[in-house]
């Protein structure tokens, strides 16, 4: 008896140990994408297109520069589409609040304007790719998958024309030259607006606006306030 009993004891120390269930793979989060935007039917086109090409996505939505900041102030996003034309405060003081709010934030400029005329001074300002209107919905989505993958998003054409400028000497437009500032009132002042209504627009008191007018005027070397806005109606920089 004793013998079985040391028998069953050992056979019983041998015994296999019963496994843990292995624990469940949680699922993947969907991509959390704000859609900046003042035309609704953009936005809707927009979250159609990515939905189709990259699945499950959890989007918000801002008609202006305000209401984006808001949105990132209350939750994260891993992505921005943002233009940089809407109402509200400029679309580049806009970009360079939503890198300080949440660095990490990829940030994709879709707007109106020419990649020549504005592609390199969104980039420089913390944007990671640039995209205009009337190719958007044909290349958002692969926009998108390069620059949550760490990537820069430009058109083929215009990183041809970067690359080529880098074995050339320099010759910038005029307004190539003037800082964000002076290019944001350049715009606003050829988009018809005030003084007034320029400084209520960029939070700035009307003297101020008139001292970067009168900067303006002399670094594009012209004298009135027509002759500005001819400047920038030949050049593109205003619809």
Not at 11 to 29: D, G, L, R, Y
Not at 141 to 159: C, D, F, I, M, R
Request: net charge positive.
């Amino acid at each position: 008896m004793k013998n079985q009993a040391k028998q069953t004891t050992r056979a019983s120390n041998h015994a296999p140990a019963v496994q843990p269930n292995p624990p469940a793979q949680s699922e993947k989060k969907p991509l959390r994408i704000l859609i900046a935007d003042d035309h609704s039917i953009v936005r809707k086109g927009l979250k159609q297109v990515l939905i189709d090409e990259l699945g499950p996505i959890d989007f918000g939505e801002a008609c202006n520069g305000q209401e984006a900041l808001t949105q990132v102030q209350k939750a994260h996003w891993d992505i921005a589409l943002l233009d940089v034309t809407m109402p509200g405060p400029s679309g580049l003081d806009v970009l360079k609040q939503l890198k300080e709010l949440q660095p990490a934030i990829r940030v994709l400029v879709l707007s109106m304007h020419p990649e020549d005329q504005y592609a390199v001074r969104v980039l420089r300002a913390g944007a990671a790719g640039y995209l205009t209107k009337n190719t958007a919905s044909d290349l958002v989505a692969e926009a998108v998958k390069k620059v949550l993958a760490g990537g820069t998003y430009v058109s083929p054409s215009l990183a041809e024309n970067l690359a080529g400028s880098l074995n050339e000497p320099p010759a910038k437009a005029a307004h190539e030259k003037l800082s964000d500032r002076e290019f944001q009132i350049l715009r606003l002042i050829a988009a018809g607006k005030s003084v007034k209504e320029i400084g209520f627009d960029l939070s700035l008191s009307v003297k101020t606006v008139s001292t970067y007018r009168t900067r303006l005027l002399h670094k594009l070397k012209l004298t009135t306030t027509a002759e500005l806005i001819r400047y920038a109606l030949r050049e593109g920089l205003v619809e």
